[in-house]
């Protein structure tokens, strides 16, 4: 990729295009993994795509031949040579669907339904990985590509891979895309609830470095999973601020006592928006405050000794705001009218 762009040989068609990224991405970084395309490789690929739209190739005849090189047989496992080529193809889909019109037309051509009947269920992790980036990508915010993506199933699929898939960074992806099908969908709140959604996201929350079986290792696995467990916890969060009525089945479940366990030391970053879904949970809601105030699970000891460590910590502010809240909630109630949030 340091190659300059009047040393680079011209692409003649998007195939070549695809060539020249699996040889600069080999050449400086080896096997890349299955993770977002670092910033240089997004630079460089835009500099290339400048020089096929000069050369007359408009962004849905792009896509098209993107679409045409996912489709082709073989490639879909790690280290197989046309593998690298349907990654590059599903690098840049993601990169021209950031515009959403891009992202419509994708969804007209088909793209969505090779996403998910073919990248979803790859063998190479980077092919899984990046189909759930660009089906994230092309969901976000648009609320016709969210319910295409969910009448193909995408949902389920999605949550599978989040859950279960051995590589920690395919989970975080998965449940990345996950939150773009759910967020202001009803039609995609309902079917994360009909697949026992809030239980992929507590054992999200409960992932331990390793646990995965992943290839990632060391620092960098440390990191995924660190990744897991903030988004698992704060998509859990998010949907408890904006769909409250679903409280009473998550008490019914033990949520409260599973939040709870999380938040023994040491402390971990994904622990503020833990406390965040504790709020949601007894916020004007008594059998969630009841359920805190169980003396088996100590929390009262537990958010004084965690609000001492962090005050005068204002990069903590709000994870304090979450433990004072909770404390004059459950264990120092006011009048029963003022017993909700106050934030």
Partial sequence: MAEGRGNRPHPQNLQGLLRLAVEASSASEGNPPPEPMSEERQQWLRSVLADMCQG??????????????????????EGEG???????????????????????????????????????????????????????????????VQLHALALGALPTLLTLADTDPSTMVKVKALYAVSC???????????????????????????????????????????????????????LQSLLTSHPEHRDTLVS??????????????????????????CCLVNGFPRGMAACRDPALHLEELLNDRARQ??????????????????????????????????
């Fill in 56 to 77: 007359g190739m408009d962004e849905v005849t792009q896509m098209k031949e993107c679409l045409s090189v996912l489709r082709s047989e073989g490639g879909g496992g």
């Fill in 82 to 144: 046309d593998g690298g080529e349907k990654e590059a193809a599903l690098d840049l889909l993601c990169e021209l669907c950031e515009n959403m019109d891009n992202a419509r037309d994708l969804m007209s051509l088909g793209g969505l339904e090779v996403c998910v009947g073919a990248c979803l269920g790859a063998q190479g992790a980077g092919l899984r990985c990046r189909g759930a980036g660009l089906l994230a990508v092309c969901c976000q915010n648009h609320p016709e």
């Fill in 181 to 235: 099908l759910v967020r202001e969908q009803e039609a995609g709140v309902r079917d994360f609830l009909s697949h026992d959604g809030f239980s992929v996201l507590m054992r999200g929350m409960q992932a331990e470095t390793g646990s995965s079986g992943a290839k990632e290792e060391g620092r960098e696995g440390a990191k995924e999973e660190d990744r897991l467990r903030t988004k698992s916890a704060f998509l």
């Fill in 253 to 278: 479940m033990g949520m409260v006592q599973q939040l709870v366990s999380l938040l023994r030391p040491p402390r971990c970053p994904f622990h503020e928006h833990v406390l965040g879904a504790l």
């Fill in 310 to 343: 962090l005050k005068g910590k204002e990069e903590c502010q709000e994870e304090l705001e979450f433990c004072e809240q909770l404390l004059r909630s459950c264990f120092c109630p006011l009048d029963p009218e003022d017993n909700g949030m106050d934030r």
